[in-house]
């Protein structure tokens, strides 16, 4: 089974979101919610929305006639769901509200649709027994705005199938999304990652440290900056690991084991592999060309993100 025909169950702006960038990719898409009313309502906000994004330069033209044409409303849930190949769960993060709609979904859906959960947080294996015919659950977690955030994790249960798995990562593919497969933990990667920077963030202006507006300050203008390009172990193989595990060492002896050097490091570094100065990183190895495009890209990518935050200017700020 190829997806074609999708129902999103929650068409609040997550939801509605992703049925945006479904819609725009061509796929079939009803959205459904607590009350018909709402996912009329919600249809009428997604059309708005799509002509005033299409008209600021942010949707390619032609994709608030796409929304137009493939987002439908007016269905129950049980009416949504029972003919499609794939539903998306997007109700709110409370894992008695998820299971009660996902139970709802696989009871009228046919048997061999993919069922899918936008949970941000909660594990499949917390989930998966409210699904009939578990084999074909797991985790589609899109971010908001998911009509201009790309990456999407996917999280597999004990029973998924790699059908199911396959099924969703074409579906992605063909929307422009991109897919990253993670295991069954809470927080996954996305949210383990950024609540830790949340908690260090708070800790740093609890101690005096900094205040909030510079912390989010120096975020931004520094690592921040490099993240729409590099993940941390890219920035990590580009600074040089044989220096991070240098530095982990006044981390250490300030704060103890919460910042040890990670036996990862550590193991690069006695290896021999200290990032792309000597062309063997945690990534892999890169050869001389490598290492002269890597650079050159990474310079241009700065510059040009340099570029549009003077154009922007700057963030509105809370008062």
Do not use: W
Request: aromatic letters at 6%; proline letters at 4%.
């Amino acid at each position: 089974m190829s997806i074609s025909t999708v129902t999103i169950v929650g068409a609040g702006y997550m939801g509605g979101g992703i049925a945006q960038v479904l819609a725009i990719a061509g796929f079939d898409v009803t959205i459904a919610d607590v009350s018909v009313d709402n996912a009329n309502a919600s249809l009428q906000r997604l059309r708005a929305e799509a002509r005033q994004f299409e008209e600021q330069g942010l949707f390619s033209p032609g994709s608030a006639d796409l929304v137009e044409q493939n987002i439908s409303a007016g269905k129950t849930i049980e009416e949504a769901v029972a003919d499609v190949d794939f539903i998306e769960e997007a109700v709110f993060e409370r894992i008695d509200v998820k299971r009660d709609v996902l139970a709802l979904i696989s009871k009228h859906a046919r048997p061999d649709a993919i069922i899918g959960t936008n949970t941000s947080t909660i594990p499949v294996k917390e989930l998966e027994s409210a699904v009939e015919h578990p084999e074909r659950f797991l985790t589609v977690h899109f971010s908001n705005p998911a009509p201009f955030i790309p990456g999407v994790e996917l999280v597999a249960g004990e029973a998924t199938t790699d059908v199911a798995i396959a099924e969703v990562k074409e579906l992605l593919a063909r929307s422009g999304n991109q897919g990253a497969q993670v295991a069954d933990t809470p927080g996954m990667v996305l949210n383990r990652l950024q609540y830790v920077l949340l908690k260090e963030a708070t800790a740093i202006v609890e101690e005096g440290v900094a205040t909030a507006e510079d912390v989010d300050t120096i975020v931004r203008t520094t690592f921040g900056f490099r993240l729409g390009f590099f993940g941390p172990f890219a920035i990590a193989d580009q600074a040089g690991l044989d220096v991070y595990a240098n530095c982990f060492v006044t981390f250490e002896n300030a704060f103890g084991d919460r910042l040890a050097t990670p036996e990862l490091l550590t193991d690069a570094v006695a290896g021999d592999r200290k990032g792309v100065k000597n062309g063997k990183g945690l990534l892999g190895d890169y050869d001389e060309d490598t290492r002269e495009e890597l650079v050159a890209y990474r310079n241009r990518a700065y510059a040009k993100m340099s570029q549009l935050l003077a154009e922007l200017g700057p963030a509105p700020k809370a008062r």
